[in-house]
C-alpha cells in the first residue's frame, strides 16, 4: 500500500512564505500532484511533479525528490484567499495509476 | 481547460431512497472516471474506477450493489447510492483525465453533498 503523510494544520501570515511538506511511500512512483481545496469545494489541480526539482508556477512552487520519497509546495506572497486545504496524491504504477491522496493540510492565513 | 460537471451539487433526501449523480466530462473524452466520497476535514477517498463500456473497479471495502456505476458513454459516468441510509450521508466527488499521459491531472467535478434523513 502507500503512506502519504503531511501536516495537518499550518497557519501563516498574510504576505509571508509558507512550505507545505509530504513524505511518501510507494513501490512504482509516477508522479505527485498537489491539489488546492477550499471548504465544501472540489479540488483544484495547482502542480505536477514527476522528476526531481523545483517546478514554479508563479506564487506557487513544488519540489520532489524521489530518493527521499518528499515533496513541498511553497507558497509565497500569501494572500487571504489561500486559507484552504493542500492535497498532496501519488500515482503508483503497481497501483494501476490510481490517485492516493494525503490527509491534506489546512492552511489558514491571518492578516 | 478540462471541465467535469458533476450535477446535482446538494441531496436531501429520507433513508430509503436512492440517489443518482451525474458526471461529465464537457470538452473532451474519458474513458476512464473516478469517484470519491469526503467525509468532514478529511482527505478524498477513492470508492471506484469507472471505466466506458464495462464494469466499473471498486476499492476494498466498497460495497458494489450499495454504489451502482454506469459509465455508458465516453463523456458520461454516474453513481447511484441505492436504499440510501443516514451513513451515506458525505461528499462525492467523480474526477477524469484529459487522455493518457501521466502527467495529465485529474480534474474534479465540483461535488454532491448528500444528507439522508
Known amino acids: 500500500g502507500q503512506n502519504i503523510d503531511q501536516p495537518t494544520e499550518m497557519t501563516a501570515t498574510e504576505g509571508a512564505i509558507v512550505q507545505i511538506n509530504c513524505t511518501y511511500q510507494t513501490s512504482g512512483f509516477n508522479g505527485l500532484f498537489w491539489y488546492q481545496q477550499h471548504a465544501g469545494e472540489a479540488p483544484t489541480f495547482l502542480s505536477y511533479?514527476?522528476?526531481?526539482g523545483l517546478e514554479e508556477k508563479g506564487r506557487f512552487s513544488s519540489f520532489l525528490s524521489r530518493s527521499k520519497g518528499y515533496s513541498y509546495l511553497l507558497l509565497k506572497e500569501l494572500q487571504m484567499k489561500d486559507s484552504a486545504s493542500y492535497l498532496c496524491?501519488?500515482?503508483?504504477?503497481?497501483?494501476?495509476?490510481?490517485?492516493?491522496f494525503g490527509g491534506g493540510t489546512r492552511v489558514l492565513v491571518k492578516p | 481547460g478540462a471541465v467535469v460537471s458533476q450535477h446535482p451539487s446538494r441531496v436531501i433526501c429520507k433513508s430509503g431512497t436512492s440517489v443518482k449523480i451525474e458526471c461529465r466530462s464537457l470538452d473532451f473524452q474519458a474513458t476512464t472516471m473516478f469517484w470519491y466520497r469526503q467525509f468532514p476535514k478529511q482527505s478524498l477517498m477513492l470508492m471506484a474506477t469507472s471505466n466506458e463500456g464495462s464494469k466499473a473497479t471498486y476499492e476494498q471495502g466498497v460495497e458494489k450493489d450499495k454504489f451502482l456505476i454506469n459509465h455508458a458513454s465516453l463523456t458520461l459516468s454516474t453513481l447511484t447510492v441505492t436504499s440510501a441510509h443516514p451513513e451515506d450521508s458525505s461528499f462525492y466527488i467523480c474526477?477524469?483525465?484529459?487522455?493518457?499521459?501521466?502527467?495529465?491531472?485529474?480534474?474534479f467535478g465540483d461535488g454532491t453533498r448528500l444528507s439522508i434523513l
Open positions: 511533479n514527476v522528476l526531481d
Open positions: 474526477s477524469a483525465t484529459a487522455g493518457q499521459a501521466s502527467n495529465q491531472p485529474q480534474h
Open positions: 496524491a501519488v500515482r503508483d504504477k503497481a497501483a494501476g495509476n490510481k490517485l492516493t
